[in-house]
């Protein structure tokens, strides 16, 4: 029989099951250099959030074919490493969706009759009924940040507590949206409207600090918001301040940067409800969590494919030295298009001309759509679950092979609608380097790495030369750029290679030149 080690704690129902394919030895509490002096003994190790699987433990499990997580985040343990060596990363990422979805409708309700200070303030020897007075939940606004798994569940819980239900998720279909029966809107008018607002985010570069004193300066003074999700969605010192200054009427955090955490400036806030990451604790989201792990371990003993496997898709040997160097392409054009959408998205469609058009692309697609999403999506997008999230979010995903390629070997093009209109893009290697070579229908030749901006204008003398002085102004350097017109003085698209990032305030000095349409400030 296999051996698997488990080095935190875990449902009973979960190691019930594992016992009957596997050896199973429970190991919790092991230091780092405890656990990779053992770790070579094992064909798989489970934990949840307290052991650091680091790339040394990695490196000490020579025997390793399976890594799971009973939970969600993947955070403490090296996915890289794991993937260098083979190894197979496996999660359970939708076990506690319902618990956490119901901890947000019990946050709110807290919030809104005041529930934690009044049992505090009675247990104290007082009676202050007056002090306690409440608001209603029927007939107000939930504005919720992010429609994913837990999103979505708490719309629907709101829609039944008969609260009106408004999101920020471009990532979501319209029509995703209405089956929700959820308005969606820009996040300016939802922090600006909702009553209670509820963060369901992931934690990625472009949603850190999403929630600032700027902000939280635009939410009316008796609006109140939750964070479940992730710990640095909000700036807690400017969250402290705007309650202590009653300019927001309250807020429940469970979620903190730094975990376990028994100091922090929400605690000494009155009006600030904290608990300790309860989101998932329940027991029947432990149970879901490790009978979800188990089932992925045990097949992968039997030689299946995992269900939530978080390493990257599988390339048979027949079609690796074709398609692997097409695994930064795609990830380069997901990443990209995604900066460059505006809008609702509704389809992405995938081109694969030359010779990539000959082999099993599905890698590839998964690989797209995860460039796409991974900013948004709580899920980290993968062979087996790139269709399902994305029918999730209402986005149908279209793929076209096209055997030649007019002007390269290969030519790997996405095109992605949306409410707003197209956006598509194209990229291929030449010199061993993803070059983007296309976008709409402007030809241009980019190599990625570090900040572009893509400037959509009408062709007219003096413009270059325009927005140079406003990067030079700014003292950022231009690296290279790139012109492309469809013919004089019509539709044109430049793009600046940057040393520094644009500020939002340069960007709008560009869009304020004449003639110019767009002006989108990318990383690659």
């Known amino acids: 029989m296999k051996s698997?080690?488990?080095?935190?704690?875990?449902?009973?129902?979960?190691?019930?099951?594992?016992r009957q394919h596997a050896q199973v030895d429970v190991r919790t509490g092991l230091k780092p250099?405890?656990?990779?002096?053992?770790?070579?003994?094992?064909?798989?190790?489970?934990?949840?959030?307290?052991?650091?699987?680091?790339?040394?433990?990695?490196?000490?499990?020579?025997?390793?074919?399976?890594?799971?997580?009973?939970?969600?985040?993947?955070?403490?343990?090296?996915?890289?490493?794991?993937?260098?060596?083979?190894?197979?990363?496996?999660?359970?990422p939708t076990g506690n969706t319902i618990s956490a979805a119901e901890h947000t409708i019990g946050l709110i309700f807290a919030l809104a009759r005041h529930i934690p200070q009044a049992d505090a303030s009675l247990k104290s020897g007082a009676w202050k009924r007056s002090q306690f007075m409440g608001s209603?939940?029927?007939?107000?606004?939930?504005?919720?940040?992010g429609l994913g798994n837990i999103g979505s569940e708490v719309a629907k819980r709101a829609r039944g507590l008969e609260m009106s239900v408004m999101a920020y998720d471009p990532f979501l279909s319209e029509e995703r949206a209405q089956q929700l029966q959820v308005e969606l809107a820009p996040l300016d008018r939802l922090l600006s409207e909702a009553d209670f607002i509820t963060l369901?985010?992931?934690?990625?570069?472009?949603?850190?600090?999403?929630?600032?004193?700027?902000?939280?300066?635009?939410?009316?003074?008796?609006?109140?918001?939750?964070?479940?999700?992730?710990?640095?969605?909000?700036?807690?010192?400017?969250?402290?301040?705007?309650?202590?200054?009653?300019?927001?009427?309250?807020a429940a955090v469970d979620v903190f940067t730094e975990e376990p955490i028994t100091k922090s400036?929400?605690?000494e806030t009155e009006g600030i409800i904290v608990t300790p990451h309860l989101g998932a604790s329940t027991t029947e989201a432990q149970a879901r969590a490790a009978v979800d792990v188990v089932k992925q371990v045990i097949d992968v003993f039997n030689g299946q494919t995992a269900r939530y496997a978080v390493n990257a898709p599988f390339i048979s040997a027949e079609g690796l030295p074709v398609l692997a160097p097409y695994v930064r392409v795609a990830t380069t054009?997901?990443?990209?298009?995604s900066q460059l959408t505006d809008g609702q998205m509704k389809e992405v469609k995938i081109v694969y001309e030359g010779d990539i058009s000959n082999y099993d692309t599905t890698a590839l697609k998964s690989i797209v759509l995860g460039g796409l999403l991974e900013q948004i999506s709580e899920d980290r997008?993968?062979?087996?679950?790139?269709?399902?999230?994305?029918?999730?979010?209402?986005i149908s995903v279209v793929e076209q092979k096209e055997p030649t390629c007019e002007n390269y070997t290969n030519l790997l093009t996405v095109e992605v609608t949306t409410s707003s209109g197209t956006i598509a893009a194209a990229a291929t290697i030449m010199r061993s380097q993803t070059h983007i070579v296309r976008i709409n229908n402007h030809w241009i030749d980019i190599v990625p790495g570090g900040y572009f901006l893509f400037s959509d204008h009408l062709d007219r003398p003096g413009l270059i030369g325009a927005a140079g002085k406003i990067t030079g102004d700014a003292d950022i350097n231009i690296s290279y750029m790139q012109l492309s017109r469809l013919k004089p003085r019509g539709k044109a698209l430049m793009v600046l290679a940057l040393d520094e990032p644009l500020s939002q305030a340069q960007q709008q000095q560009l869009l304020a030149l004449p003639s110019v349409y767009t002006a989108k400030l990318v990383k690659l």
């Open 136 to 145: 209603e939940i029927r007939g107000k606004t939930l504005g919720i940040i």
């Open 265 to 267: 400036i929400l605690f």
């Open 33 to 92: 250099d405890e656990l990779a002096a053992i770790i070579g003994n094992y064909e798989a190790l489970l934990v949840r959030s307290q052991t650091q699987v680091t790339a040394a433990v990695i490196a000490a499990g020579n025997k390793l074919q399976v890594i799971g997580r009973a939970g969600v985040g993947v955070d403490n343990i090296d996915i890289d490493a794991a993937t260098g060596r083979g190894i197979v990363v496996v999660n359970a």
């Open 333 to 337: 054009l997901g990443h990209l298009v």
């Open 200 to 250: 369901h985010v992931p934690m990625t570069a472009s949603t850190k600090g999403i929630i600032s004193a700027k902000e939280l300066a635009t939410m009316k003074p008796t609006a109140r918001i939750i964070n479940t999700a992730r710990g640095g969605l909000i700036d807690v010192d400017a969250l402290a301040k705007a309650v202590r200054e009653k300019k927001l009427a309250g």
């Open 381 to 394: 997008v993968n062979l087996v679950n790139a269709n399902l999230i994305a029918c999730q979010r209402g």
């Open 4 to 18: 698997v080690l488990v080095a935190d704690s875990i449902s009973e129902t979960g190691l019930k099951m594992l």
